[in-house]
């Protein structure tokens, strides 16, 4: 059986596997404002090329985040609209789950991984996953904001740091900033193998909703 993850947490990661095999993975750097025009085409021409069709994949994996508000939110609609149409399964995984296994690799000897985002305001987005029996990870802290001094208190003291985008990130403690593990993005296909998953695929957004009052009517 066909199974297929994408991540548009910060462009989009495609990968699709046929049980433990993954057959492709790749990766389109396209910024979130142009999601909407880009990201289904090249998903069909990704699958074109390996010879298959939407509805060939039996079950989808999407990354929810925390990144790109705009891309999560196309990429989910996108593959609920195809599994509404196709049939097959979907689930949602953190994105920050797949930097955080591959940080994990990089760093056989840590034990708690801190995946870090930009939350804009000179504030930081971060994760907590923590190594168990084996290359198990499990969630030990949900993404929260914090002020990047923040990140040296015992409560969130991480053996490795990882983020995708460091450019975007405050400045970190210089503690933080030397065991901070650079990735290029999400990779999708570390989501196809992740245990469970959000069958209503939220994205994660950790800042409240923000409401601005309408401007008056002006008189003609």
């Known amino acids: 059986m066909l199974h297929a993850a994408l991540d548009t947490s910060i462009g989009s990661s495609f990968a699709v596997a046929d049980g433990p095999t993954v057959l492709f993975n790749t990766h389109l ?6 999601s909407d025009r880009e990201l ?20 989808w994996t999407v990354g929810t985040g925390p990144g790109s508000f705009a891309g999560l939110r196309f990429g989910i609609a996108f593959l609920k609209g195809i599994t509404a149409v196709t049939g097959a399964d979907l689930r949602g995984v953190p994105s920050c789950q797949a930097l955080a296994n591959v940080a994990a690799e990089h760093a056989p000897g840590a034990d708690r991984i801190g995946v870090l985002h930009d939350a804009r305001c000179g504030q930081v987005i971060l994760t907590i996953y923590e ?25 969130h003291a991480c053996d490795i740091w990882t983020t995708a985008q460091p450019e975007l990130l405050p400045d970190l403690p ?9 990735q290029p993005y999400p990779d999708a296909s ?17 800042r409240p909703p923000v409401f601005v009052s309408p401007q008056p009517v002006r008189p003609s």
């Open 190 to 206: 570390r989501l196809l193998q992740a245990l469970g998953g959000d069958a209503d695929c939220e994205p994660i957004y950790v």
């Open 29 to 34: 750097q396209v910024p979130a404002r142009d």
């Open 40 to 59: 289904a085409p090249w998903v069909i021409r990704q699958l074109a090329e390996h010879h298959w069709r939407l509805a060939d994949i039996r079950r």
């Open 174 to 182: 210089e503690r933080v900033a030397k065991a901070t593990f650079v």
């Open 131 to 155: 190594r168990k029996a084996g290359a198990t990870l499990d969630l030990l802290a949900e993404p929260a904001i914090f002020l990047p001094a923040q990140l040296l208190l015992p409560e």
